[in-house]
């Protein structure tokens, strides 16, 4: 079962790391949902951690990685801006490359609240 963490409440401009459990060789993704909107694609990292893929909104600002020796994945998120605000949702496939499509992924935590004070 995935378990992410790291969410809270941040000024704009500040930064978060979120964490999340990695089960293997898994491909992995961030997706976040606002209130009222649909879930979104953040960000997406294949096995063994060569390739990545970001949505446009936060190329620059977010970087996703893994450490498989600690069977973790982390979204580092730098100059966080109030439009950032959301339920941030770590998912995982058996597949281990990298998707933006949600439908894509088999498996998803619980999901960790992050928002962004003005």
């Known amino acids: 079962q995935l378990q992410a963490s790291g969410g809270g409440l941040v000024e704009a401009g500040g930064s978060l790391r979120l964490s999340c459990t990695a089960p293997?060789?898994?491909?992995m993704a961030w997706f976040r949902q606002a209130p009222g909107k649909e879930r979104d694609f953040v960000a997406s990292?294949?096995?063994?951690?060569?390739?990545?893929l970001y949505a446009d909104f936060v190329k620059g600002r977010f970087t996703i990685s893994r450490s498989d020796a600690n069977h973790m994945v982390y979204l580092q998120m730098n100059s966080l801006k109030l439009e950032d605000t959301a339920v941030y949702f770590c998912?995982?496939?058996?597949?281990?490359?990298?998707?933006?499509?949600?439908?894509?992924?088999?498996?998803w935590g619980q999901g960790t609240q992050v928002t962004v004070s003005s």
């Open positions: 998912a995982a496939r058996r597949n281990a490359g990298i998707y933006s499509r949600s439908d894509r992924f088999e498996f």
């Open positions: 293997g060789r898994y491909g």
């Open positions: 990292i294949d096995w063994p951690g060569r390739k990545t």
